[in-house]
């Protein structure tokens, strides 16, 4: 197998540490936790309270309304990652070839909202 060389030219990232990559690796070079008091159910009558969410995260400050209701939270985070990276490798997207781009972006879970939603709604 040929190895072919990458270059990264921006990072992006909204985590539990940080709503940019920057407050990210700043919290992380300060050895900062992401583990928080869950803030997105109600977790009273669960042994565990704590998770690492992203914390003052308000969708309407990157979508609209209508938009921000289309798709799940993690799909947001990929979305805003992203165009983060993208902005910050400063590329010109008029006058490169988009072929030759691409964002790697990853998420331990995703869709876990949405899917206990659908499950809800049709369970009754």
Not at 29 to 56: P, Q
Not at 80 to 100: F, H, P, V, Y
Not at 106 to 118: D, H, I, K, N, P
């Amino acid at each position: 197998m040929e190895l072919k060389r990458v270059a990264v030219t921006g990072l992006g990232g909204i985590t539990p540490l940080g709503n940019n990559w920057q407050d990210t690796w700043k919290a992380m070079l300060n050895g900062e936790s992401g583990a928080a008091e869950i803030t997105r159910f109600d977790a009273t009558h669960y042994k565990t309270r704590f998770a690492c969410e992203v914390k003052d995260y308000d969708p309407l400050n990157y979508f609209d309304r209508k938009e921000a209701r289309k798709n799940d939270f993690f799909v947001h985070y990929a979305l805003i990652a992203s165009d983060e990276a993208i902005k910050d490798s400063g590329l010109d997207l008029d006058k490169i070839d988009k072929d030759r781009v691409g964002v790697i972006w990853a998420s331990g879970v995703g869709g876990l909202f949405s899917f206990q939603e659908e499950v809800y709604k049709h369970a009754k």
